[in-house]
Nanobody, 125 residues
Framework: QVQLVESGGGLVQAGGSLRLSCAAS????????MGWFRQAPGKEREFVAA????????YYGDSVKGRFTISRDNAKNMVYLQMSSLKPDDTAVYYC??????????????????WGQGTQVTVSS
């Protein structure tokens, strides 16, 4: 099991940028794929991005491809989501998640084992 704590959410104008951070506490993250999901009020949870820790392969949801970038800092056990060209439709609670022994692509198809508490991102028009 891995404990996850997100930070970095806030209010930003459309077209702006924001970086979310996720601190991961685990003995080792090499077996994990880390991901970001989001959920807007009244909508289903949506996959955003994933990164397989050991090989740094990434995968993105169609709605954020080309605008968001997921990355990691191995020394700090941190995962980041750099969000650019933000739109009001990006407004949601963003969750960091982790799952073991899967590819980044498969992260979009499963319900991960471990979740953070979420951080609110609001994009104003």
């Amino acid at each position: 099991q891995v404990q996850l704590v997100e930070s970095g959410g806030g209010l930003v104008q459309a077209g702006g940028s924001l970086r979310l951070s996720c601190a991961a506490s685990a003995r080792t993250l090499t077996i994990y794929t880390m991901g970001w999901f989001r959920q807007a009020p009244g909508k289903e949870r949506e996959f955003v991005a994933a990164l397989k820790w050991s090989v740094i392969s990434t995968y993105y949801g169609d709605s954020v491809k080309g605008r968001f970038t997921i990355s990691r800092d191995n020394a700090k056990n941190m995962v980041y989501l750099q969000m650019s060209s933000l739109k009001p439709d990006d407004t949601a609670v963003y969750y960091c998640a982790a799952a073991r022994f899967i590819t980044a692509q498969n992260m979009a198809r499963i319900s991960p084992d471990d979740w953070g508490q979420g951080t609110q991102v609001t994009v104003s028009s």
